[in-house]
């Protein structure tokens, strides 16, 4: 992605690499940074996902009122209905910190802004909703390219699942669902590594689906081979806009997921582009693999979808974004050296 559009970007990163620094990685963060913004002053400081919300609240506290703008970007489920009610309970909580001492809100697909402002208890004016910029036009052309060059007339539907093998996408009850709704000569491919792999692996096996399931562990980039499958699986137990999501469409992939967001239903055109089935329940996620056919998507309809999720139509939404938000924290401290700044600097 950074090749399509020519971005130079500078990186801060932990000392030393390997498990035990990502399992310190915020707190490493929350040490450095402050020093990092004292240093550089950047008009903005851009949170670009739920799991760094601990850092940009740590660094309100810290800097008080030194302290840039801090957008968030919401990049997650928030109701986590995968989750037990003590924990849902404790998660509130925490989302409504965040709406007390971030800034602004950045939802990735329309209906996440209604799901921003109850659970964060933020009012309209602190929501922007930006399709999530997770492609490029140019890659978009590529996909579509391969699409037409993928497709071919052999036995067996080609299932494609993406992502980190990881309780988050439950990939234990995909493989269950394929063994109950494959046909003769249909195949899964599983893209991606993670914790689980052993474990899925042998499920695998002892579901006897050798030669049916291929994993094929990590691809640097998965997206180019979306072309030659025919359909995407998708299992989580909670997503925000997945970007895998986005690539299928691009692709004309017909999609099977199950609904665990509150933006999956929109992202599929409302039944048009793929089926939703609840999270959870492998017979209903067996009977849509059953039921699922190669050319059964609308592939004007799915290019149309891709092209809201573009680098290109995100780029001029988050500036203006940007920009406001310096404007009002200029406005608030009653002006500044960089007042009138056109072009926000973030971090």
């Not at 494959?182 to 692996?201: V, Y």
């Not at 359909?231 to 665990?260: H, K, M, Q, R, W």
């Not at 039921?291 to 309809?301: G, K, N």
Request: charged share 25%.
């Amino acid at each position: 992605m950074l090749e399509d559009v020519g971005a130079e970007l500078d990186f801060l990163s932990p000392p030393h690499a390997g498990w035990r620094a990502a399992n310190l990685e915020m707190l490493w963060m929350i040490w450095v940074l402050p020093g990092v913004v004292r240093t550089l002053r950047p008009d903005i400081l851009f949170c670009a996902g739920n799991t760094y919300a601990v850092v940009a609240v740590a660094l309100k506290l810290w800097l008080g009122r030194d302290c840039p703008p801090v957008p968030l970007k919401v990049s997650n489920d928030l109701d986590r209905h995968d989750k037990p009610a003590w924990f849902r309970f404790f998660y509130g909580v925490w989302l409504k910190v965040q709406g007390r001492y971030l800034d602004h809100f950045i939802g990735m697909e329309t209906p996440m802004s209604s799901e921003i402002r109850e659970r964060l208890c933020v009012s309209d004016d602190r929501v922007t909703i930006i399709p999530d910029p997770a492609l490029s036009q140019a890659l978009i052309e590529r996909l579509r390219a391969g699409r037409q060059v993928g497709r071919n007339d052999r036995a067996g539907r080609r299932f494609v699942c993406v992502g980190r093998l990881m309780p988050q996408k439950n990939i234990s009850l995909l493989l269950r669902a394929f063994r109950r709704g494959a046909g003769e000569g249909d195949t899964l491919t599983i893209i991606g590594d993670g914790p689980e792999r052993g474990k899925l692996e042998q499920l695998s096996r002892d579901l006897e689906l050798e030669g049916q399931v291929i994993f094929r562990g990590y691809m640097p980039e998965p997206a180019a081979l979306l072309p030659s499958f025919d359909a995407l699986l998708l299992s989580s137990n909670y997503e925000g806009v997945p970007a895998v999501v986005l690539e299928a469409l691009a692709a004309g992939l017909p999609i099977v997921a199950t609904d665990c967001s509150r933006s999956m239903a929109t992202l599929l055109g409302h039944g048009a582009l793929g089926e939703l089935v609840p999270m959870g329940d492998e017979q209903a996620l067996a009977d849509a693999i059953a039921r699922t056919r190669p050319s059964s998507q609308d592939e004007q309809l799915s290019l149309a979808q891709a092209r809201r999720f573009t680098l290109e139509e995100a780029s001029e939404a988050y500036l203006r974004v940007m920009s406001e938000l310096v404007r009002r924290c200029e406005d608030a401290r009653g002006g500044g050296e960089r007042a009138g700044a056109s072009t926000p600097r973030p971090l």
